[in-house]
């Protein structure tokens, strides 16, 4: 009989399952620590691998490049994604400008091509083994 110890069952408990906690959580908890520095670094335009090498560098994250590259695809998904530059906005000058009449009459189709275009050329025959061959024909 294994004799109980003087922790009650629920410690015992979490520091089994610390000690038993399945990949996939243990990296997911790794990439939320450094998520915010990962959105930084994207915003800075540097590749997801150059990203997943410094981070691996200093021990940050332990796990591979793919699982990072999933983590940081569903990161961008969720919406949480790097802004991107905020559009140039025209000038007041500009707003307060009509807009510029559009032309009454569609313009002109372009001219006809000069040269017609080339006749196709003809198949060629097919070869007919004459009922009654001559040699000379063949040599």
């Known amino acids: ?27 997911r908890a790794e990439f939320l620590k450094v998520r915010d520095d990962v959105l930084t670094m994207l915003s800075n335009n540097l590749s997801v691998r150059n990203i997943w090498a410094f981070l691996t560098a200093e021990g940050r994250i332990t796990y591979g490049l793919s699982s990072f590259n ?22 007041p000058a500009a707003i307060d400008r009509p807009p510029s009449p559009l032309p009454a009459t569609p313009p002109a189709a372009p001219p006809a091509p000069t040269n017609p275009p080339p006749t196709p050329r003809p198949k060629p025959t097919r070869f007919h083994k004459p009922d009654d061959p001559k040699k000379e024909d063949y040599v």
Request: charged share 30%; proline share 12%; aromatic share 4%.
């Open 70 to 91: 999933r983590d940081v695809s569903r990161l961008m998904k969720k919406g949480d994604a790097v802004p991107l530059p905020s559009p140039v906005k025209p000038s």
């Open 1 to 27: 009989m294994v004799e109980r110890q003087d922790k009650p069952v629920m410690d015992s408990f979490q520091d089994w399952a610390a000690s038993h906690q399945s990949k996939p959580v243990v990296n």
